[in-house]
């Protein structure tokens, strides 16, 4: 497996992006939606960093059916906290097509937040079908299979604790 991204590159941009949700959101009190299974990793890498209160939650999300996105993003667990008139932060690992942030953020609009952010590590322009906005970024990187520090292969691989390119093998 070819290495994308090393442990430490990816440790010094989630330390950067948590300095910037620091001073953003200075004197506020968001909510940081971590979508799961895959923002995990990237998600509790990145409050340790965050040093303003923050409440944190989850929701379940699935467009993938091993290697691609089926195209069918599908809610599995919803937040247990009420997010109106509340900064919401949404948490990804990789945006690719943009279609599951673009449901996600629909769905959590419905609910009225005072504002809405999305902060991911990776970043696939290549391969995006819906424009999103996207307030944080960590790495745009190219059309490749990412896995490792969270992203799978059917389950696999989520404990690298660097960001690899998924040959098949």
Same mark, same amino acid.
């Given at each position: 497996?070819?290495?994308?991204?090393?442990?430490?590159?990816?440790?010094?941009?989630?330390?950067?992006?948590?300095?910037?949700?620091?001073?953003?959101?200075?004197?506020?009190?968001?909510?940081?939606?971590?979508?799961?299974? +895959?923002?995990?990793?990237?998600?509790? #890498? !990145?409050?340790?960093? @965050? $040093?303003?209160?923050?409440? &944190?939650?989850?929701?379940? %999300?699935?467009?993938?059916?091993?290697?691609?996105?089926? +195209?069918?993003?599908?809610?599995?667990? #919803? !937040?247990?906290?009420? @997010? $109106?008139?509340?900064?919401? &932060?949404?948490?990804?690992? %990789?945006?690719?097509?943009?279609?599951?942030?673009?449901?996600?953020?629909?769905?959590?609009?419905?609910?009225?937040?005072?504002?809405?952010?999305?902060?991911?590590?990776?970043?696939?322009?290549?391969?995006?079908?819906?424009?999103?906005?996207?307030?944080?970024?960590?790495?745009?990187?190219?059309?490749?299979?990412?896995?490792?520090?969270?992203?799978?292969?059917?389950?696999?691989?989520?404990?690298?604790?660097?960001?690899?390119?998924?040959?098949?093998?």
């Amino acid at each position: 497996m070819n290495i994308l991204l090393e442990e430490y590159l990816i440790k010094d941009k989630v330390a950067q992006i948590a300095a910037q949700i620091n001073d953003d959101y200075m004197n506020k009190n968001p909510v940081i939606v971590g979508i799961l299974k +895959g923002a995990f990793v990237f998600m509790s #890498d !990145l409050i340790r960093h @965050i $040093e303003i209160p923050v409440e &944190i939650d989850f929701l379940c %999300i699935s467009s993938y059916n091993g290697k691609a996105s089926s +195209g069918v993003v599908r809610l599995s667990n #919803d !937040l247990s906290i009420n @997010i $109106e008139d509340r900064d919401v &932060i949404v948490v990804e690992d %990789i945006i690719d097509s943009g279609r599951t942030i673009s449901f996600i953020l629909s769905n959590l609009e419905t609910r009225h937040p005072r504002s809405l952010a999305v902060c991911t590590l990776l970043n696939k322009n290549e391969d995006r079908v819906v424009d999103v906005p996207l307030t944080y970024v960590g790495f745009n990187i190219p059309s490749v299979f990412a896995v490792g520090y969270g992203l799978d292969h059917k389950n696999q691989y989520r404990n690298l604790p660097y960001i690899g390119v998924f040959d098949g093998s």
